[in-house]
């Protein structure tokens, strides 16, 4: 249903139980799940064949399955009871402490400081009671031009609503591997793992600018208007100089200079949002139907509209234990891509509901490059290299000594720099969008550099002179920001985030020495020295890279701290374990 406004009268909700409709959203009952697979163990002996397959010696694997989402309480039962008339946000500002009488010893009410002039229990005399007013179904509070001229906007801060056709997110997952044995008691695997998910649960808006809108008058769109009066303020043209356009003329009561002069920064940053909600306040006031509804700064509607895909490549080599060595190394290159880059749960509402692609680019977890290898070596000491027996209590202390670790290498995160929510996609929990690279962003050289000063007031918060760390993910940042434009919503069909910069390697090794000690036939006594980051080596955190922060742009100043640490740097524990 549609909220009311002055231009338009609410329409009549209708109960669930009457509307034909046995639930909120539809049971989605097509949930077929196949799953088929195969294995082939070929066996060649001699020739081309006999090298690749041998006798017996490899097997083929592949497969293919239909996985589907969980769905959760978040769709299920959380958003469509936080919609207009199921929960109404009421939103109530605390008493003054004058509010029933002169107030108690040192009332202030003209004080907006709550701590001086908000109403003190047992000091400031009868509580105050609000007022509800009396309401009957349904719930539609008002937005529009009021009795008193001016204008009543967003009684509702967040309005949530669900699809009632929402389906189950699906995944199609692919493998295919080859798998051989080699010499050296060792496996290599190469293979081929995909993943295509479709209908998956996005955040859609109802508030979303309709950037698209033709004046046909002129037959110029906003986007194009907009794209032309943006370009010129960011050029340092005056807002009382930019060139009128027909868009804002003709839809605009004040037209086009008038809006940039009280939007100039907004029209800079991209900000439509804010923009739209302008040219819809100088509307009603006029006697002019809005363009948007302002019954909430968010209209939210949970839907399964998104899709992403994954595509890796993977070797493995894996050592079986033999002379008390186990190893297995693993090489993975990859690319993630999807429309958002956020989990599904994400309150945020999609960037453009009108093209879901214009964010579409590599997730932020992409990784292209990793590499890891884990490795147990039991050490050539003791028994086992056949000191004599009599030597037992020496056996005791040399013997059942063991090294192992693990290594981890891997390519930087995927990088945009933002510039804001410029597709309009809503007031409220907006992601940001990334600036377009004019040039290869591989050019720019991203890594640690040191001695970074920044220059003309970009990259200058690292300035060592100032406190700063003297490091940047470039080594000329005024050069890699001005390489950066801002999106052409008339003209580019996608933002920056489908081609972002990488940010920083990392890689880490860290080593367990440790030593078993057999007490009797059935007691162990295992102790051990784990030592995280064993070289005590500095991964950073990624800087922020944004436009409207060109201080501290690509300035680096934290250490990156892996999951279930509280530091990065070197981290040594002991343990002792009895085994009985």
């Keep these: 249903a549609r909220a009311g406004n002055i231009f338009n009268p609410p329409i009549a909700f209708q109960p669930i139980n009457e509307s034909g409709r046995s639930g909120v959203f539809d049971t989605d009952r097509n949930n077929i799940g196949p799953r088929v697979a195969a294995a082939w163990n070929p066996s060649f002996e001699g020739g081309i064949l006999g090298m690749l397959f041998g006798k017996g010696q490899t097997v083929i694997r592949g497969g293919y399955s239909l996985i589907y989402d969980r769905q959760n309480t978040v769709q299920s039962v959380i958003i469509p009871t936080l919609g207009v008339a199921f929960a109404q946000t009421v939103n109530v500002s605390g008493p003054r402490c004058n509010a029933t009488g002169p107030g108690g010893a040192g009332c202030n009410g003209a004080n907006s400081n709550p701590l001086l002039g908000g109403f003190r229990a047992g000091i400031d005399g009868a509580i105050p009671l609000p007022t509800v007013s009396a309401v009957t179904p349904p719930v539609s509070p008002f937005w529009g031009v009021n009795a008193s001229g001016g204008l009543t906007l967003f009684p509702e801060i967040l309005s949530f ?40 649960t996005q955040s859609m808006s109802f508030g979303q600018v309709p950037y698209m809108h033709l004046d046909t008058a002129s037959g110029q769109t906003f986007a194009q208007a907009f794209d032309i009066v943006a370009n010129q303020l960011r050029n340092g043209v005056l807002a009382t100089n930019v060139t009128p356009q027909p868009w804002f003329e003709n839809q605009v009561p004040g037209g086009t200079r008038s809006l940039a002069a009280v939007q100039t920064t907004n029209f800079i940053n991209g900000n439509l949002s804010s923009i739209f909600l302008r040219i819809d306040q100088n509307r009603m006031l006029a006697g002019l139907q809005p363009f948007n509804n302002y019954l909430a700064q968010t209209l939210f509607l949970r839907a399964s509209t998104g899709r992403s895909n994954y595509n890796g490549m993977f070797v493995t080599l894996h050592k079986r234990l033999s002379h008390g060595l186990l190893l297995t190394a693993n090489y993975t290159f990859s690319r993630s891509l999807d429309q958002l880059g956020a989990i599904q749960n994400a309150a945020s509402v999609m960037p453009n509901s009108f093209d879901l692609d214009a964010e579409y680019g590599p997730s932020p977890f992409d990784i292209t490059h990793i590499f890891n290898t884990t490795w147990l070596y039991d050490l050539p000491f003791g028994r086992s290299r056949h000191l004599s027996t009599s030597f037992k209590p020496l056996n005791k202390v040399i013997e059942g000594w063991y090294l192992s670790g693990i290594y981890t290498a891997r390519s930087g995160d995927p990088l945009i720099v933002t510039q804001g929510g410029v597709w309009g996609g809503s007031l409220a929990l907006v992601f940001n969008s990334g600036a377009i690279p004019t040039v290869a962003p591989d050019t720019f050289g991203s890594g640690v550099n040191s001695g970074v000063k920044g220059s003309n007031n970009i990259g200058v918060n690292g300035d060592p002179a100032t406190g700063g760390t003297g490091l940047n993910l470039f080594s000329n940042p005024e050069d890699a920001f001005n390489n950066f434009r801002r999106v052409n919503i008339s003209e580019d069909g996608r933002a920056g985030r489908a081609n972002p910069i990488r940010g920083l390697s990392r890689w880490n090794l860290d080593v367990s020495l440790g030593k078993k000690t057999s007490v009797t036939e059935q007691v162990n006594v295992v102790f051990a020295f784990d030592f995280f980051n064993v070289f005590n080596h500095v991964d950073f955190n990624n800087p922020g890279l944004s436009l409207t922060d060109q201080r501290g742009f690509g300035v680096i100043s934290g250490q990156f701290t892996p999951p279930n640490r509280v530091a990065g740097s070197r981290w040594i524990q002991f343990g002792l374990r009895v085994e009985f």
Excluded: C
């Design 161 to 200: 609503q669900v699809d009632p056709s929402i389906e189950v997110p699906e995944n199609h997952a692919i493998d295919i591997t080859w798998q051989r044995e080699v010499p050296g008691n060792m496996l290599l695997e190469v293979g081929y793992i995909g993943r295509f998910a479709k209908k998956l």
